[in-house]
T-cell receptor, first 114, second 114 residues
Framework: EAQVTQNPRYLITVTGKKLTVTCSQN?????MSWYRQDPGLGLRQIYY???????DKGDVPEGYKVSRKEKRNFPLILESPSPNQTSLYFC?????????????FGDGTRLSIL | SQQGEEDPQALSIQEGENATMNCSYK?????LQWYRQNSGRGLVHLIL?????REKHSGRLRVTLDTSKKSSSLLITASRAADTASYFC??????????????FGRGTQLTVWP
């Protein structure tokens, strides 16, 4: 089944404790991205990757890192999480970075930073 | 930055009625997409309409696009309780440096009562 898989689905942790949210897609998609969703703010893009070893900042990249060593994986790293990073996170992918591609979303990761 | 803005923020109707949601955006686009999000889940792509199209249908969904007014509407006909979800519009941009990126609105929460 074609899908985008995120892990974990839920995580409660403390300020400053490094964490990684994994994202994997099995559709051989070139383009992958991370969003955060907050009440009243909609979805905001954190980082995106147009292909292996190519990543770029979205609208809210501060406090986050990403890597794209393989086509299928695009982990989101919070080196020193803070409470303002408490949010619902989504990974998405689409076949290529062009104008006419719908995005496929994972089911989300709910992070709570205490 | 946020391109699309949905209106209304919330919509409550009875089963069998039609639901209309609107989206306005700010800059020129290549396409506009509509997504649906069930509570606690990832977004699911519904329909994509290109800037040179005025109307598109998919089952009970009808999307219109008016590029002169920078607006789009999503019509769900004969709504069902299972249509209860949040609906988001997403736009790209015609600026080449942001190829592949999507900009989401804050969404319309649709509730369909049995």
């Amino acid at each position: 089944e074609a899908q985008v898989t995120q892990n974990p689905r839920y995580l409660i942790t403390v300020t400053g404790k490094k964490l990684t949210v994994t994202c994997s897609q099995n559709m051989n998609h070139e383009y992958m991205s991370w969003y955060r969703q907050d009440p009243g703010l909609g979805l905001r893009q954190i980082y995106y990757s147009m292909n292996v070893e190519v990543t770029d900042k979205g609208d809210v990249p501060e406090g986050y890192k990403v890597s794209r060593k393989e086509k299928r994986n695009f982990p989101l790293i919070l080196e020193s999480p803070s409470p303002n990073q408490t949010s619902l996170y989504f990974c998405a992918s689409n076949p290529r970075a062009n104008y006419h591609q719908p995005q496929h979303f994972g089911d989300g990761t709910r992070l709570s930073i205490l | 930055s946020q391109q699309g803005e949905e209106d209304p923020q919330a919509l409550s109707i009875q089963e069998g009625e039609n639901a209309t949601m609107n989206c306005s955006y700010k800059t020129s686009i290549n396409n506009l997409q509509w997504y649906r999000q069930n509570s606690g889940r990832g977004l699911v792509h519904l329909i994509l309409i290109r800037s040179n199209e005025r109307e598109k249908h998919s089952g009970r969904l009808r999307v219109t696009l008016d590029t002169s007014k920078k607006s789009s509407s999503l019509l769900i006909t004969a709504s069902r309780a299972a249509d209860t979800a949040s609906y988001f519009c997403a736009t790209d941009t015609d600026r080449g440096s942001t190829l592949g990126r999507l900009y989401f609105g804050r969404g319309t929460q649709l509730t369909v009562w049995p």
